[in-house]
């Protein structure tokens, strides 16, 4: 079992829709939670994290984080069919000094016009 | 365009030679780091470097691969005797050292291809 699982999708949604991304992990020692988008031949970019358990929110974005149940989510709200990417959820753990992050899979998003 | 430079952007190569990646990380950032991503998947954590020091290295990166950072500037990523296993997408990012959390920048990547 990866530390880290996420449904690869794809997801595809008509422009406008509210969006549900899912992570759920194993490991309790998680305490930062980031969520990053991935658009084609790019790089990943971060979008939000949160550290430990709660809401955040960032303009269209919501990050959930719910520790008892180690489930982590992402909401995007108006979805546009610029948001049509890879969504890769990414809990930190310390390494050398830093932190690292475990990447799930990525889900894939469409967003059509 | 997040200010980390990869290169080359592609290196296609036969299996048993050796290959080079270069990253450039945005300058006044002290931490650099190295992952690995196939298709499909997510990034996989392959090793660190804060200034020339070599601090973190995965099990994923077995003998064949080494990375360096001399100056603690650019850096280097080599693969010997490549297999086609080795075939994927060689991220880099870099970050400002502090405390807390500190956000990784990413490159845009090296896509290997070994034959």
Same mark, same amino acid.
């Given at each position: 079992q990866k530390e880290v699982e996420q449904d690869p999708g794809p997801l595809s949604v008509p422009e406008g829709a509210i969006v549900s991304l899912n992570c759920t992990y194993s490991n309790s020692a998680f305490q930062y939670f980031m969520w990053y988008r991935q658009y084609s031949r790019k790089g990943p970019e971060l979008l939000m994290y949160t550290y430990s358990s709660g809401n955040k929110e960032d303009g269209r974005f919501t990050a959930q984080v719910d520790k008892s149940s180690k489930y982590i989510s992402l909401f995007i709200r108006d979805s546009q069919p610029s948001d049509s990417a890879t969504y890769l959820c990414a809990p930190l753990t310390r390494g050398g000094g830093s932190y690292i992050p475990t990447f799930g899979r990525g889900t894939s998003l469409i967003v059509h016009p | 365009d997040t200010g980390v430079s990869q290169d080359p952007r592609h290196k296609i190569t036969k299996r048993g030679q050796n290959v080079t990646f270069r990253c450039d990380p945005i300058s006044e950032h002290n931490r650099l780091y190295w992952y690995r991503q196939t298709l499909g998947q997510g990034p996989e954590f392959l090793t660190y470097f804060q200034n020339e020091a070599q601090l973190e290295k995965s099990? &994923? &990166?077995?003998?064949r691969f080494s990375a360096e950072r001399p100056k603690g500037s650019f850096s280097t990523l080599e693969i010997q005797r490549t297999e086609q296993g080795d075939s994927a997408m060689y991220l880099c990012a870099s970050s400002l050292a502090s405390s807390g959390y500190n956000e990784q920048f990413f490159g845009p990547g090296t896509r290997l291809t070994v034959l």
């Open positions: - | 099990r &994923l &990166l077995s003998d």
